[in-house]
T-cell receptor, first 114, second 112 residues
């Protein structure tokens, strides 16, 4: 059974703190993605990675950075958390093999920044 | 970039049929996806269309017209467990690592 896991389901941090969100997949997928999901705005892509040590900005990268040192792990970093980064964060992975199309999502991390 | 529109909410009765429309404007297109997301849970894959026409999968069907930038998800014989948000997503080329753009989601409420 395919699996994407995220380090926390719920997280509460204070403004200015450095925050790490971890995502691990066990499917040997090349592509990994970080989204945030807000009411009325849907899923918005923050960053994605199509290979180890490779990263590409998504639609809303400001205030975030990422790290992919190993194929199975993709980390999202909030260098200095702000209240407008309170959101649900979803990680996803996908193979790059032709014909295999879907993204598999993790359970999400609900982050609250006070 | 992509602009993806879908209705915010739809209500239907158990046993009925509901059609969720999705329109998109794209600078590139490499497939349209539908996901289901129950409250507090991760999205799960429902269907994929890359060619025009209808794809049927049990009670769920998805249709695509690339020339019109239009898709719909048809849910038949609605059950209470179908109450969820349904997300329309368009994938950019290339196939190997094209990123997805998601609509805001349509909340479907199934009533007894």
């Amino acid at each position: 059974d395919v699996k994407v896991t995220q380090s926390s389901r719920y997280l509460v941090k204070r403004t200015g703190e450095k925050v790490f969100l971890e995502c691990v997949q066990d499917m040997d997928h090349e592509n990994m993605f970080w989204y945030r999901q807000d009411p009325g705005l849907g899923l918005r892509l923050i960053y994605f990675s199509y290979d180890v040590k490779m990263k590409e900005k998504g639609d809303i990268p400001e205030g975030y950075s990422v790290s992919r040192e190993k194929k199975e792990r993709f980390s999202l970093i909030l260098e200095s958390a702000s209240t407008n980064q309170t959101s649900m964060y979803l990680c996803a992975s996908r193979t790059s093999v032709m014909g295999s199309n879907e993204q598999f999502f993790g359970p999400g991390t609900r982050l609250t920044v006070l | 970039g992509q602009n993806i529109d879908q209705p915010t909410e739809m209500t239907a009765t158990e046993g009925a049929i509901v059609q969720i429309n999705c329109t998109y404007q794209t600078s590139g297109f490499n497939g349209l996806f539908w996901y289901q997301q129950h409250a507090g849970e991760a999205p799960t894959f429902l269907s994929y269309n890359v060619l025009d026409g209808l794809e049927e999968k049990g009670r769920f069907s998805s249709f695509l017209s690339r020339s019109k930038g239009y898709s719909y998800l048809l849910l038949k014989e609605l059950q209470m467990k179908d109450s969820a948000s349904y997300l329309c997503a368009v994938r950019d080329p290339p196939d190997s690592w094209g990123k997805f753009q998601f609509g805001a989601g349509t909340q479907v409420v199934v009533t007894p």
